[in-house]
């Protein structure tokens, strides 16, 4: 972090194997490029239970749409 000016940070930077859990990815998942990469990928991810949920939502609002027009 020295290299960025910050020198006052007490915490440790994740790992990309923490990284990977957090998100929700299987525990053999092989990510390839080197370590900024692969955070840049798993950072741009999407958990898999928060699109679970928006299908979800999304089909819960498309039933009650189609009752109240039949």
């Known amino acids: ?16 194997g ?3 859990k957090i998100q929700g990815f299987p525990a053999d998942y092989q990510l390839s490029g080197n370590q ?3 955070k840049k990928f798993i950072g741009n991810s999407v ?7 928006c ?8 039933e009650t749409h189609n009752k109240k027009a039949a």
């Open 55 to 62: 299908y979800e939502t999304m089909a819960e609002k498309f």
């Open 36 to 38: 900024s990469d692969q």
């Open 1 to 16: 972090m020295a290299l960025f000016g910050l020198v006052d940070i007490k915490m440790r930077m994740l790992r990309v």
């Open 47 to 53: 958990v898999p239970d928060v699109v679970r949920a």
């Open 18 to 20: 923490e990284l990977l």
